[in-house]
């Protein structure tokens, strides 16, 4: 049964920068996509984007274009997020979760079955 | 960007009573990709429904997904103690992915 462990939870100043991992155990990593969903204290969940390791192919959020880097390392069934320029209002619980599932010559769209159980940031002066 | 709104915004019922979560999308989401996800405090999302009907593995039968192209729902036919929670539906037909807001169910 496929798990997503995540790194554990950070405090950071503004205008640094913070990188999480997730690292699945348990079933095949590259084939579905890892994507990163985050939730402001007492707010609702947000995409933020996700990768498709086998391909290499990462797809963000405008909001967060230019801020956020998702990264792969197939070799040890890891999943990177990146986010730059933090500011007080990235203070939130960063969610990795599996769905998209991609063959060699295409991509079947799938629901985020399996969740990390979340990291939480908090960017703070 | 397909924007999902649920309502309520809160849903007030008792144990034993029906439970019904409404999503509508601003445009047709495509192939009914549409899920539905429970979350508890401290916990992660956790998958109920995809497909808008199909429920996923291990959940029970009083949790049942309907609807198609820009209107959804989420019935609960029965109440649980442990099925109070907030609930969000999902799209995943069309990047980028939304979430609708949340519907919280709380105990009357």
């Known amino acids: 049964q496929v798990q997503l462990v995540q790194s554990g939870a950070e405090v950071k100043k503004p205008g640094s920068s913070v990188k999480v991992s997730c690292k699945a155990s348990?079933?095949?990593?590259?084939?579905?996509?890892t994507n990163w969903v985050r939730q402001a204290p007492g707010q609702g969940l947000e995409w933020m984007g996700g990768?498709?390791?086998?391909?290499?192919?990462?797809n963000y959020a405008q909001k967060f274009q230019g801020r956020v880097t998702i990264t792969a390392d197939d070799s040890t069934s890891t999943a990177y997020m990146e986010l730059s320029s933090l500011r007080f209002e990235d203070t939130a619980v960063y969610y990795c979760?599996?769905?998209?599932?991609?063959?060699?010559?295409?991509?079947?769209?799938?629901?985020?079955?399996?969740w990390g159980k979340g990291t939480t940031v908090i960017v703070s002066s | 960007e397909i924007v999902l709104t649920q309502s309520p915004g809160t849903l007030s019922l008792s144990p034993g009573e029906r439970a019904t979560l409404s999503c509508r999308a601003s445009?047709?989401?495509?192939?009914?990709?549409l899920a539905w996800y429970q979350q508890k405090p401290g916990q992660a999302p956790r998958l109920l429904i995809h497909?808008?009907?199909s429920r996923a593995t291990g959940i029970p039968d009083r949790f049942s997904g309907s609807g198609s192209g820009t209107d959804f729902t989420l019935t609960i036919s029965r109440l649980e103690p442990e099925d109070f929670a907030v609930y969000y539906c999902?799209?995943?037909?069309?990047?980028?992915?939304?979430f609708g807001q949340g519907t919280k169910v709380e105990i009357k």
């Open positions: 497909g808008a009907s």
């Open positions: 979760a599996r769905d998209l599932y991609c063959s060699p010559t295409s991509c079947t769209p799938r629901p985020m079955d399996v």
């Open positions: 348990g079933g095949t990593f590259s084939s579905y996509a």
């Open positions: 990768i498709i390791p086998v391909f290499g192919t990462t």
């Open positions: 999902q799209q995943y037909g069309n990047s980028p992915w939304t």
């Open positions: 445009q047709s989401v495509s192939s009914s990709y």
